[in-house]
Nanobody, 131 residues
Framework: QVQPVESGGGLVQAGDSLMLSCVAS????????MAWFRQAPGKEREFVAA????????YYVDSVKGRFTITSDNDKNTVYLQMSSLKSEDTAVYYC????????????????????????WGQGTQVTVSS
């Protein structure tokens, strides 16, 4: 059983930076894909960023490119989301998600932005950006 646990959310001002962490407890393998999603009030859950623990590829939604960076510390089973130049529209609950399935080179790069791909989810951490 995998249980992702997020931390690091909070209230910041526009232009500030914040770093979220996600620790994945349980058995871990370097084939995992880890992702961050977010959900703002009244909106659908949205893909933010994903990282392949094994291959090291990373993808971002266009709205955060150049501002957010997803990284990992495999020794600590932790994935981070470094957020800078935060905007009010970044306000949301941020969720960490884990896809533990072993995938081929091509498969791993498909549907990384689809919530259905991820089997395990954290409880979420609130990020509020005041303008």
């Amino acid at each position: 059983q995998v249980q992702p646990v997020e931390s690091g959310g909070g209230l910041v001002q526009a232009g500030d930076s914040l770093m979220l962490s996600c620790v994945a407890s349980g058995s871990t393998f370097n084939t995992w894909t880890m992702a961050w999603f977010r959900q703002a009030p009244g909106k659908e859950r949205e893909f933010v960023a994903a990282l392949s623990w094994g291959d090291g590829w990373r993808y971002y939604v266009d709205s955060v490119k150049g501002r957010f960076t997803i990284t990992s510390d495999n020794d600590k089973n932790t994935v981070y989301l470094q957020m800078s130049s935060l905007k009010s529209e970044d306000t949301a609950v941020y969720y960490c998600a884990v896809d533990p399935k072993v995938r081929t080179y091509v498969e791993s790069r498909l549907n990384y932005n689809q919530a259905a791909r991820y089997a395990y989810w954290g409880q979420g951490t609130q990020v509020t950006v005041s303008s």
